[in-house]
């Protein structure tokens, strides 16, 4: 709002005080209504609370009682800034890439992973970019089919070895035995 907007506004609002009675009034710069942030409007006599005239925060319009106020405020907009800001997009997977190619990435951002042909993803739900830039979510893997099979053939060799290796050794005994006999 320009300056001329806010000044003719609070002459309008100082000709509605005076023509409507509200249930407080100013003494000096004290306002009889008690309450936190409370001031009194220098030039037209109105109470008012900071958060009616936030938007004056750091300008030439700020009262002097709001200073604290307008501080706090600060401060929670800057908490809110970082809460709300990006992420970095952590390494890529091994055997995938991401759906995006920039390094950082919005609040709320979805990562999403796709795999090379052969490997699957070992998560259902995507990681999130969370508060203050911290990814949520499992770490996405992309895991090898074929790495599976040969897994399989492995402990299929050594079960067929470990059944050879039992039968020769009763074959052994059995031999022994009748050489004894
Ligand atoms: C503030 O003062 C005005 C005028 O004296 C009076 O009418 C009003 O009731 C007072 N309000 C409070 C909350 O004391
Ligand atoms: C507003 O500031 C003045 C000047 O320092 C002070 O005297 C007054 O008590 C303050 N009023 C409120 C409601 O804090
Ligand atoms: C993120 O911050 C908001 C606001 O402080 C909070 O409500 C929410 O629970 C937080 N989310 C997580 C996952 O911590």
Same mark, same amino acid.
């Given at each position: ?16 005080? /005076? $023509?409507?009675?509200? *249930?407080? $009034?100013?003494? @000096? ?13 220098? $030039? ?14 750091? $300008?030439? /319009? ?20 970082? =809460? ?5 997009? *952590?390494? #890529? *997977? ?16 979805? /990562? ?10 070992? #998560? ?12 949520? @979510?499992?770490? *996405? /893997? ?32 059995? @031999? #022994?035995? =009748?050489?004894?006999?």
């Amino acid at each position: 709002m320009a300056y001329d907007t806010k000044l003719f506004l609070a002459a309008v609002c100082g000709a509605v005080y /005076l $023509t409507t009675s509200e *249930p407080y $009034t100013c003494y @000096g710069d004290i306002c009889n209504v008690s309450g936190k942030y409370q001031y009194c409007d220098v $030039t037209y006599k109105l109470c008012r609370y900071c958060a009616d005239v936030q938007d004056d925060c750091f $300008t030439r /319009l700020q009262s002097y009682n709001c200073t604290s106020y307008c501080y706090e405020r600060r401060r929670n907009q800057d908490l809110e800034r970082s =809460r709300v800001s990006d992420c970095t997009v *952590p390494h #890529v *997977p091994e055997n995938g890439r991401y759906d995006v190619k920039s390094s950082q990435v919005p609040f709320g951002f979805k /990562l999403n992973v796709i795999c090379d042909d052969g490997y699957t993803l070992s #998560v259902s739900e995507p990681m999130r970019c969370g508060n203050f830039s911290t990814w949520f @979510g499992l770490k *996405p /893997l992309c895991q090898g089919a074929s790495q599976d099979m040969s897994t399989v053939w492995k402990s299929m060799l050594i079960a067929f070895g470990l059944l050879l290796g039992v039968s020769v050794m009763v074959n052994i005994i059995v @031999g #022994v035995c =009748r050489f004894l006999k």
